[in-house]
C-alpha cells in the first residue's frame, strides 16, 4: 500500500513487478488450491506466496530505508532471502516435474530433493558472512551494514554460500535439467506433457539471465513480465489439453467454475492496467484513464473467450452436449426418409461428442450386426476399429450399433459416455420405426410383385394348356374323325374290316388317357376323391429317384379345406419337381405333419444344395412360386440347407375345420 501512495512523479514505485509478475502468479496458486488437492498445485501456491513475501519485503526496504541500521535488520533479511528461495525451489520443482509432480526416472527424483537447498540461503548467510547480504534485485548493497550474528569459524564458507545457494544457478541449472531430460529424451507421452512448459521457462529464464547480468537493458523489463505470462498460459494449456494438476470434470466443478472465473478477471485487470503502470511517470492522469478504458474494451471479447474455454474443460462441453440432446428429437421428426434419419442422427453423435467419426450399424435379416456400416459420418476406414460403442436397443430387440472414433481432443469422459448411451436410448424408438417403415415397404413391394407372378403363372397356365389341347388332343381328335370318315366310306362300299375298328377303338381309349392326365395336372381326381397323401403317394411310382413319403396319423385321418390341400399338393409338387431338375440328389422324402392348427410340410434332399437362400430375396423359379401359393393361404415358408448335404424346404399352413379320414401307411419306392 506504501507504494501507492508514498510516491513521487520521479521515483520509480516499483509496482510493475509485485502487480504483473507475482500477483497473476499468486492468483493463480490460490485458484488451484481451490481446485486440486495435488502436490504440484500446493507448490505454486507456496511459490507465489513466497514471492509477495519477498515482493512486499523489497518494498518495505526501500519505503524504509532506514531500517539497514538497525541491529535486527539481518534478521528481517534473512526472511526477504528465505521468501525468495523458497519461491525459487518450489517453482523449479513445479517446472521440473510438470504436470503431474512426479519425475519418470530415479535420478531425476533425487535431483528434485536437491532443489530444496537454495532455501538454506537465509540462515546459512547470517551465520557465515560479516556483513548483511542483501538481494541484488533490491538494487541496495549491504556491504556497509555489520552482521551481529556471524559464526567466525563459519566465514570461510561465505564464498560458498555467496556463489552457488545465493544466486541459486546451481538449482536454476538442475531443475532445467531434469525438465530438459523430460522433455528431449523422455517417453514419448512425457515428451509431449512437458514440450510447452520447457518453451515457456526456457524463455523465462533468458529473460531474468539478461535481468540479472545485464541490468538496464531496454526492454528486459517487459520480457521478464511476458515471461510469467508465457508460464500461466503454459500451465492453463497443461490444464486444458493434459489435465495437469487433477483438474477436470467432476463434482467440484461449480467451484472450479467460480474460481475460474476470479483468476480470469485478475489476468483482465492486469492486462488493463499495465501499460498505465509502466508508463506512468510519463503518463499523466487524463491519458492515463483513456489509455486503460480503451484496454478494457479491446480485451472484454478476450475475457469472454477465456470464461468459455475454462467452462468448456471443466464441464466436457457439457451445455454443447445438451443441445445436441434437445435438438435430437426435432432432427429426427424432420427426416423425411428413413436413411435421412440415420445421417442426421449420425451427424449429431459426432458434433456432440467431437467424434472424429461415427458410424451405425443395422442388424440383418440373419440376425447379426451388418459388416458395412448402414451410415458414416466423418472420415473413417473400413478397419477402423471405435472407441466406443453403444448398442441401439428397443425392447428386448437390438436394432443395431452406434460406433464412434476418437475424439479430436482428449479422450472421451464418464459424461461423455452418458451421453452416448441416453442418445442411443432415445434414437432406438426412431430406428425401430424406420426399420419397420423399410419392412413395410419391402413387403408391399413384394406383394406387388406376388401378385404380378401369380397372374403371370395363370397365364403362362393358360397358354401351356392352350399349346397341349391344340398341339396334342385336338390333332389327335383330328386323325380320329378323318379315320371314321374313311370307316364309314369303306363301309358303304363293303370293304371295313374288324381290324380297322379296332385300331379306332384304341386311338378313343388313347385320347382318354391323355384327357385324363391333361386333367390330373389341373387337378388331380385322386386329390379330390382320397385326399392330400393319397395324392402325394400317386407321384413316387413317377419320380425318377428313390422318395419317401412319411406322414402322421393326423394327417391321414384328416381332409382339409380343398384350398389347402392343393396348395399343400402344388408345394410339394414343385419342390419335387426343383429337386429332380437341379439337386443331383439320389434320395428325396416328404414329411406332412398336424399340430397346434396348422399344416407342416417337409420336401428333403440329399443333393448339391443351394447354399445360404433367402426366400423373399428370390423373385423368380420354382421357390416363388411356392413362396406366393403360401402367402395367399398366409403361410410361411423356409429353406435350409441339410448336413452334410442337401436342402429342406419347409412349409406351414394354417387350417381350419378338418373332416376324418383313414389310417396311416408309410410308402417307399426305391
Given amino acids: 500500500m506504501r507504494g501507492f501512495i508514498d510516491i513521487d512523479v520521479d521515483v520509480d514505485h516499483g509496482l510493475a513487478w509485485p502487480l504483473l509478475g507475482a500477483l497473476p502468479l499468486f492468483v493463480f496458486g490460490m485458484w488451484l488450491l481451490t481446485v486440486s488437492a495435488s502436490r504440484i498445485a500446493l507448490f505454486i501456491g507456496l511459490g ?52 503431474n509432480g512426479t519425475p519418470e526416472r530415479r535420478w531425476e527424483r533425487i535431483a528434485v530433493v536437491l532443489l530444496w537447498t537454495p532455501v538454506l540461503v537465509g540462515p546459512l548467510t547470517l551465520l557465515t558472512n560479516p556483513h548483511v547480504v542483501m538481494s541484488q534485485f533490491i538494487g541496495i548493497s549491504g556491504d556497509s551494514n555489520p552482521n551481529p550474528f556471524v559464526v567466525p569459524w563459519l566465514a570461510w564458507a561465505a564464498p560458498f554460500v555467496h556463489h552457488l545457494i545465493l544466486q541459486a544457478w546451481g538449482a536454476v541449472a538442475l531443475g ?42 531496454p526492454g528486459v523489463e517487459f520480457l521478464v513480465y511476458a515471461s510469467m505470462i508465457a508460464i500461466l498460459v503454459a500451465a492453463i494449456h497443461g490444464i486444458l489439453r493434459y489435465g495437469a494438476f487433477d483438474i477436470g470434470p467432476g463434482d467440484r466443478g461449480a467451484r472450479v467454475e467460480r474460481s475460474s472465473n476470479i483468476l480470469i478477471t485478475v489476468v483482465y485487470a492486469a492486462g488493463v492496467a499495465m501499460p498505465a503502470l509502466l508508463l506512468a511517470p510519463p503518463l499523466r492522469t487524463v491519458p492515463a484513464i483513456l489509455v486503460t478504458t480503451l484496454l478494457a474494451v479491446v480485451l472484454l471479447p478476450a475475457r469472454g473467450w477465456m470464461q468459455r474455454r475454462l467452462h468448456r474443460a471443466l464441464f466436457g462441453d457439457r451445455e454443447r452436449q445438451f443441445g445436441v440432446l434437445s435438438e435430437l428429437g426435432a432432427q429426427l421428426e424432420q427426416a423425411a426418409e428413413p436413411r435421412d434419419l440415420l445421417t442426421r442422427l449420425a451427424e449429431a453423435v459426432r458434433e456432440g461428442l467431437d467424434a472424429s467419426w461415427v458410424r451405425i450399424r443395422l442388424v440383418s435379416t440373419a440376425g447379426r450386426l451388418a459388416d458395412i456400416p448402414t451410415e458414416t459420418a466423418g472420415d473413417v476406414a473400413d478397419a477402423s476399429e471405435p472407441v466406443e460403442s453403444c448398442d441401439l436397443i428397443r425392447g428386448d430387440e437390438t436394432l443395431g450399433r452406434i460406433e464412434v472414433g476418437p ?34 415397404a419391402e413387403q408391399l413391394d413384394e406383394l406387388t410383385a406376388s401378385r404380378e407372378r401369380l397372374v403371370a403363372a395363370h397365364d403362362d397356365e393358360r397358354r401351356r394348356l392352350e399349346r397341349d389341347l391344340h398341339d396334342g388332343i385336338q390333332q389327335t381328335l383330328v386323325a380320329q374323325i378323318a379315320g371314321l370318315r374313311l370307316a364309314r366310306n369303306r363301309l358303304e362300299r363293303g370293304e371295313l374290316t374288324p381290324a380297322e375298328l379296332t ?86 422324402s416328404v414329411g406332412l405333419a398336424q399340430g397346434n392348427g396348422r399344416l407342416f410340410i417337409s420336401i428333403s434332399d440329399d443333393g448339391c444344395g443351394m447354399g445360404d437362400v433367402s426366400p423373399p430375396s428370390r423373385s423368380y423359379g420354382g421357390l416363388a412360386n411356392i413362396r406366393d401359393r403360401v402367402a395367399a393361404l398366409r403361410g410361411a415358408m423356409r429353406v435350409s440347407p441339410n448336413e452334410p448335404s442337401g436342402t429342406t424346404v419347409f412349409v406351414e399352413l394354417p387350417v381350419d375345420g378338418v373332416v376324418p379320414a383313414a389310417g396311416r401307411t408309410v410308402v417307399s419306392v426305391g
Fill in 48 to 99: 507465489s506466496t513466497a514471492m509477495l513475501v519477498g515482493s512486499a519485503y523489497e518494498i518495505f526496504v526501500h519505503t524504509n530505508p532506514e531500517i539497514l541500521a538497525a541491529p535486527w535488520f539481518p534478521v528481517v533479511n534473512t526472511v526477504g532471502l528465505t521468501a525468495d528461495a523458497v519461491a525459487t525451489s518450489t517453482l523449479l520443482i513445479v517446472f521440473a516435474t510438470f504436470p
Fill in 503 to 588: 385300331l379306332l377303338q384304341e386311338q378313343a381309349r388313347d385320347t382318354l388317357t391323355d384327357l385324363r392326365e391333361l386333367a390330373s395336372g389341373i387337378h388331380p381326381p385322386v386329390l379330390s376323391d382320397n385326399g392330400l397323401v393319397a395324392a402325394v403317394e400317386s407321384g413316387v411310382a413317377r419320380f425318377p429317384i428313390p422318395l419317401l413319403v412319411d406322414a402322421d396319423s393326423a394327417v391321414r385321418q384328416t381332409r382339409f379345406p380343398d384350398d389347402v390341400e392343393t396348395t399343400a399338393y402344388y408345394v410339394v409338387r414343385e419342390a419335387l419337381a426343383n429337386t429332380a431338375k437341379h439337386a443331383n440328389a439320389t434320395h428325396a
Fill in 176 to 217: 532445467l535439467a531434469v525438465l530438459a531430460s523430460r522433455s528431449i529424451f523422455g517417453a514419448a507421452e512425457a515428451r509431449a506433457r512437458t514440450r510447452v512448459m520447457a518453451l515457456a521457462v526456457a524463455a523465462a529464464i533468458v529473460a531474468f539471465a539478461l535481468w540479472t547480468f545485464v541490468p538496464g537493458l
Fill in 407 to 440: 475424439r479430436r481432443r482428449r479422450d472421451y469422459t464418464d459424461a461423455e459416455r452418458t451421453l452416448l448411451r441416453t442418445v442411443a436410448s432415445q434414437a432406438a424408438a426412431s430406428v425401430a420405426n424406420m426399420s419397420l417403415t423399410e419392412q413395410l
